[in-house]
């Protein structure tokens, strides 16, 4: 998941007051496509500026939308933006999503069209718990995980809103991993709908709830893997994700691969002959064609591959043309450790309490 630093307050949100609605999010799913192919039982389109019907179906049908003369056209009618609903989900390709999907023109690539997924939270966090955490593990691990999704999609919606941007997430890791309906199972509904409208606050502001696979052993503050100072992601010793594969890790790269993938991200000048970085040291050593230099390990990473370099935690020691790497944890390692909250989870530890360890002073609230 992606990492945003000095969102906004979220005051409004957790002060004492009537009881607040649920509310929706806008889950960015495709774009720049020429065309896109809906289906299911009960196929609605409609035209989302004027609210005329373009088509319908009381059976399950299917139809392409694809975009013609800086119109989108469906069963030959046209719009410039549309609403797809069916009546138990819409398909979109090998997807199926609960909620509304909206089509519409990418503005600035008049010939290529988007999709978005407009669902209420607690429906989408019941695509985001089972695809970021495995289904079968202990219900406190999934009720964490799905505590802090809400807490994290309401923060990005309130900034990208003000923003004025036109979605609120995507559905990758560089926000949440959203699937959809493929992920739902009974343990899932049962840990959104117990954890119903609960979030982790800090000071009446909502957290930036961030977390990641496995930290190795310790979390490391947002200074440290980001740059910026949040006082509630701070280091913290965990000894429960030991049994993750990838608490600790080893991976052997040849050095013509790594070189080529140095330059193609323009952080080497010619050949690569070298690469080393100690255990604990801040930077990654490195000889090229005009030297030594000194790299960022979380551009290495970036660079070499997030499914090569599990994090940015490691070190490399060069043997002949291969580069020997010695890593722990998965993921950038601030805040909640996924498989530190499972093996919490086992040990029988409450949800609450994985997440106010994890979150250091923060507390979980109820606002809705």
Known sequence: MRWFF???CALALLVPGPARAEEDVRISLLSR???VTVSGPGLTVLDAEVGDRLFFSAATAKKRVRVKEGYLVVADRRAKRILVEAKDAVHLGKGVYYGRLEIGIEPDHPDKLYVLNRLPI?????GIVGSEMNPSWPIEALKAQAVAARSYAMQRRMMMRAANRPYDLAD???SQVYKGAERIRPSVIRAVTETRGEVIAYRHGLVE???HSTCGGRTVSARSAFGNHVPYLKPKKCKWCRESHRHRWKVNVPVDELSGRLSRAKLIRGSLSRLERDEGVEYVSVRDGRGSRRLDPRKVRKAVGFSKLYSARFSAKTRGRQVEIEGRGFGHGVGMCQWGARGMAAQG???EQILEYYYDGARVQKIY
Do not use: D
Not at 122 to 126: A, C, D, G, I, N
């Open 6 to 8: 000095g969102g906004l």
């Open 33 to 35: 496509r020429a065309a």
């Open 122 to 126: 607690e429906t989408y966090l019941l």
């Open 172 to 174: 990758s890791v560089l």
């Open 209 to 211: 709830a961030l977390f």
């Open 349 to 351: 530890k409450t949800y």
